[in-house]
């Protein structure tokens, strides 16, 4: 059981920065592919952004290829979305999920799930 708790969301202007954490509890963190989504109001969740187990690999969704940044620290259990150059469109309520072993990028296939941080970008 791997438990997900999002921080980091906020009010930002657009052109602007933001970090999320997540920091994951349960055992066998490393062994996880971490995902990104996010949900705006009256649309279906997306992906954001994936990295597999070491961080060896990532991958992301045409609309933050460049912005964005995928890491994590396997010794603190916690994985990070680095956002720049923030959009009005990026603004939503972002997710991090769990999938055993391997990365994907379909939310129906993460096993665990963060409650969402919300990101706010004014124009």
């Known amino acids: 059981q791997v438990q997900l708790v999002e921080s980091g969301g906020g009010l930002v202007q657009a052109g602007g920065s933001l970090r999320l954490s997540c920091a994951a509890s349960g055992p066998n963190f490393s062994n996880y592919a971490m995902g990104w989504f996010r949900q705006a109001p009256e649309k279906e969740r997306e992906f954001v952004a994936a990295?597999?187990?070491?961080?060896?690999?990532?991958e992301y969704a045409n609309a933050v290829k460049g912005r964005f940044t995928i890491s994590r620290d396997n010794a603190n259990h916690t994985v990070y979305l680095e956002m720049k150059s923030l959009k009005p469109e990026d603004a939503a309520v972002y997710y991090c999920?769990?999938?055993?072993?391997?990365?994907?990028?379909?939310?129906?296939?993460?096993?665990?799930w963060g409650q969402g941080t919300q990101v706010t970008v004014s124009s």
């Open positions: 999920a769990a999938r055993w072993l391997h990365l994907t990028t379909e939310s129906h296939h993460y096993n665990y």
């Open positions: 990295i597999n187990w070491s961080g060896g690999y990532t």
